[in-house]
T-cell receptor, first 108, second 115 residues
Framework: DAKTTQPNSMESNEEEPVHLPCNHS???????IHWYRQLPSQGPEYVIH???SNVNNRMASLAIAEDRKSSTLILHRATLRDAAVYYC?????????FGQGTELSVKP | EADIYQTPRYLVIGTGKKITLECSQT?????MYWYQQDPGMELHLIHY???????EKGDLSSESTVSRIRTEHFPLTLESARPSHTSQYLC??????????????FGPGTRLTVT
């Protein structure tokens, strides 16, 4: 599984967009890029995943660099409920290897 | 809403006791996982199973054991609890999807304290 690098923490204002970066320079051609988030005192939850193309779902958007060595999770309008630790994981198949993630705080 | 359950949610127990943490899912998922997470720290995979009668150790060594006799049930057992086992234990499940992508669904976790 490829190693990922994320900032330890980020701050955002409520109702503003948030861009959470992730570097994964050793990604292989068949690895998927996954994003999960963990709200306080809860288990992680799936946010989005992608392989090569940009992806959108009801929670977020995922922008993947053309060389796939980096990606950005985009929350279009942050809410207080989006305060969580966001994990970027690169892998193929079942096992997920979690890093430290980015702790996102949202200010009202 | 994911249908994956863990009991108990909180457990305080004395050193040397045998404990079993329960995990059940009603989604028919073939894959199940146990993670361990200390407060403020990252999750570590300690056990996983890709089907009935199949179990593997994860990336973090653990003194716990698991079994997978039924698809929906994946209990974790500690034969003799120690204070070093104090942690949060999270169970997850997934179904092999198209082209190899699995979405994992996590339970609420069991917070274990060994005194």
């Amino acid at each position: 599984d490829a190693k990922t690098t994320q900032p330890n923490s980020m701050e955002s204002n409520e109702e503003e967009p948030v861009h959470l970066p992730c570097n994964h320079s050793t990604i292989s051609g068949t690895d998927y890029i996954h994003w999960y988030r963990q709200l306080p005192s809860q288990g992680p939850e799936y946010v989005i995943h992608g392989l090569t193309s940009n992806v959108n779902n009801r929670m977020a958007s995922l922008a993947i660099a053309e060389d796939r060595k980096s990606s950005t999770l985009i929350l279009h309008r942050a809410t207080l409920r989006d305060a969580a630790v966001y994990y970027c994981i690169v892998t193929l198949g079942g096992k997920l290897i979690f890093g430290q993630g980015t702790e996102l705080s949202v200010k009202p | 809403e994911a249908d994956i359950y863990q009991t108990p949610r909180y457990l305080v127990i004395g050193t040397g006791k045998k404990i079993t943490l329960e995990c059940s899912q009603t989604m028919g998922h073939d894959k199940m996982y146990w993670y361990q997470q200390d407060p403020g720290m990252e999750l570590h995979l300690i056990h996983y199973s890709y089907g009935v009668n199949s179990t593997e150790k994860g990336d973090l060594s653990s003194e716990s054991t698991v079994s997978r006799i039924r698809t929906e049930h994946f209990p974790l057992t500690l034969e003799s609890a120690r204070p070093s086992h104090t942690s949060q234990y999270l169970c997850a499940s997934s179904e092999t999807g198209d082209r190899g992508f699995d979405e994992q669904y996590f339970g609420p976790g069991t917070r274990l304290t060994v005194t």
